[in-house]
């Protein structure tokens, strides 16, 4: 099963909000682009889409993409699923494998080995210190991970909707890219929700195993041929950590969430500064996308899709910066912003707010609205961002863009 049409049946299980902006849709179409310039820089194996159980989610949906099945997508697996709501999936003890010929092929998850996952460190506590702190700072990410024992192509860490979160794409022995989620919540971190299917997926659960001394549950979840398993456990009151994969056995997960480290925070960055936000406008998330790199940082910004989300009430704005001044499909570009900050727009249509898209230096810039927002919103918002740092020097950013 290619990894475009495991990402096509994880986007199943996302539910997309009303008003939402189309965050997804825009970084699947990012990480579209991000791919070919990669493959023109280095001729590397290509990206592969990025996905959540759970951005905007919330990670970091443009038009909905239809499923094998031809049931309707409303979420690419990029984006948490939405903290505000609940999956009343019904769950039930037995067989933690599905039947014979389903799922994805799994890969063995090498027992030795350390390959470092790209992360910005940033002084304060994690997750076990403060637990009350997880998931109210949108800059902020109160877990680490070191590294694994698989070579990483690229990793997502972001933040939405309460969930703080991080994707691996780790590149197995016989080159193929299979992709690894780690979220942390206050409480419980949420399983998709159902929208847009036309039966609910089967849960399987099981006690088994510990990590830290505190009991693992093992997931295993499976929706036709759509088969993710996953481990989740709670090393402290008030939080809880998911680990999941289609990928990985859930004996591989307990060992991959064995060196997930609860005592760091990790810094979520965008190379621009916003000064100027629309009234009652605040932002509420993040996703910064990094790639290991030879230099002295040991990492450098990935294909430049830097996300940040921003609310006003029911209504939501993404700003997304691209560290290559490439145009996206459906956006009409431009190479400078002219004075009366017309070129480059694209008018509201539908649930959909007005957007606009402008190179600013060697950063290429989407604005992109749900309801709720209009043209002078944007306006505003574009008039008042400026590059900061270099285009793929995550350390050079700043750590609260909105000044």
């Known amino acids: 099963m290619t990894h475009d049409l495991e990402d096509r049946l994880v986007a199943l299980l996302h539910r997309r ?58 979420r690419d697996p990029a984006t948490p699923p939405d903290a505000r709501t609940e999956s009343p999936w019904p769950s039930h003890t037995g067989p933690m494998e599905p039947p014979a010929g389903v799922g994805n092929k799994l890969h063995a998850l090498p027992p030795t080995g350390g390959y470092a996952v790209p992360q910005l460190a940033v002084a304060g506590p994690g997750a076990v210190e403060r637990p009350d702190l997880v998931g109210t700072d949108p800059q902020t990410i109160h877990f680490g991970l070191p590294d694994v024992s698989m070579p990483v192509n690229y990793v997502m860490w972001y933040t939405a909707a309460g969930v703080e979160r991080v994707r691996l794409a780790l590149k197995a022995p016989d080159g193929e890219m299979i992709f690894v989620n780690v979220e942390v919540a206050r409480g419980a971190v949420p399983r998709p929700g159902l929208s847009g299917l036309n039966r609910a997926p089967r849960l399987a659960v099981s006690p088994s195993g510990s990590i830290g001394g505190q009991q693992v549950m093992r997931e295993l979840l499976t929706y036709k041929g759509w088969v993710e398993r996953a481990v989740r456990w709670s090393p402290a009151d008030g939080i809880e950590v998911r680990v999941s994969s289609m990928n990985l056995s859930s004996d591989d997960l307990v060992r991959l969430a064995s060196r997930v480290r609860l005592d760091r925070a990790v810094g979520c960055r965008v190379p621009l500064r916003l000064t100027a936000l629309p009234s009652d406008t605040s932002v509420t998330g993040c996703l910064m996308t990094l790639e290991p790199d030879p230099g002295a940082m040991g990492y450098r910004a990935a294909m430049g899709t830097q996300v940040l989300t921003l609310r006003r009430g029911d209504s939501s704005m993404t700003v997304t910066a691209n560290n290559d001044t490439v145009k996206l499909d459906g956006h009409p570009g431009r190479t400078a912003r002219p004075a009366d900050e017309t070129a480059g727009e694209r008018p509201a249509t539908g649930d959909r707010g007005p957007s606009v898209e402008f190179d600013l230096g060697d950063r290429h810039v989407i604005i992109e609205t749900g309801t709720g927002y209009n043209r002078d919103d944007v306006r505003l918002v574009a008039a008042g961002i400026r590059p900061v740092g270099g285009r793929d020097r995550p350390h050079t950013w700043p750590e609260r863009p909105v000044s």
Do not use: C, H, K, N
């Not at 791919?35 to 909905?64: C, S």
């Open 17 to 74: 909000a009303d008003d939402e902006v189309d965050a997804d849709g825009l970084l699947r179409r990012a990480l579209t682009q991000g791919r070919a310039w990669q493959r023109r820089r280095r001729l590397l194996v290509a990206f592969g889409a990025a996905g959540l159980a759970g951005l905007t989610a919330a990670a970091l949906a443009a038009v909905p993409i239809l499923g094998a099945s031809g049931d309707r997508a409303p």
